[in-house]
């Protein structure tokens, strides 16, 4: 199913970046996107790491439908095609539509990338009442389910790498920094939610 993976693709692309952006320019009139001096992704080690991961691993999930679709990609079809495909579908549906709430919610906050400088609010409601990283959580979800609704080469080895890039960055950039700017309230927060997944620290 190449047509519906791309089509998935596209539509969770739009939504998680260019209409977020956009509504990040109409609420505080910047785009959210951190780059250049100051940038953790600009540093060597974990910041770098997990950037080249997140970025490698979604180009290939994204590209391996639409490479399958003009042939060029490799692919295969599961035994249970029905029911791998279904499963494929309602993760990215469910994926696309988390991980937008939860960048919703998190309004002036929300960032792409991280600047340690930055002293932002600590969101602790809609999705993060109960999961410390929902986006990450939701973009993995979205990776593993294009990977079902059209099996290739490429979305088996992006997969793999945007969950290894979600957790590097996760536990190695941002939950280190949110324990600086935060102290107790973060530890607080930690104890009554999953890290990825409700309940599951």
Request: proline share 6%; net charge positive; no cysteine.
């Amino acid at each position: 199913m190449p047509g519906a993976a791309t089509v998935g693709a596209l539509v969770a692309l739009t939504l998680l970046l260019p209409v977020r952006v956009l509504l990040q320019r109409r609420w505080t009139g910047a785009s959210g996107i951190v780059v250049g001096p100051g940038s953790a992704a600009r540093r060597p080690g974990s910041g770098r790491t997990a950037v080249a991961l997140l970025a490698v691993g979604s180009l290939l999930v994204g590209l391996g439908p639409l490479l399958h679709w003009t042939g060029v990609g490799w692919a295969w079809e599961p035994a249970d095609a029905t029911l791998v495909h279904g499963v494929g579908i309602v993760l990215v549906v469910g994926g696309t539509a988390w991980t937008f709430w939860a960048q919703v919610v998190m309004r002036d906050a929300w960032r792409v990338g991280q600047r340690d400088d930055e002293r932002l609010r600590l969101v602790t409601d809609g999705p993060f009442a109960h999961v410390r990283h929902p986006v990450y959580s939701g973009m993995v979800a979205i990776g593993v389910g294009l990977l079902l609704v059209d099996p290739t080469v490429a979305g088996a080895i992006g997969a793999p790498l945007l969950a290894a890039g979600a957790i590097v960055q996760a536990l190695r950039v941002e939950e280190p920094h949110l324990r600086d700017v935060h102290g107790a309230a973060y530890w607080a927060w930690a104890r009554d939610t999953g890290r990825f997944l409700p309940r599951v620290r």
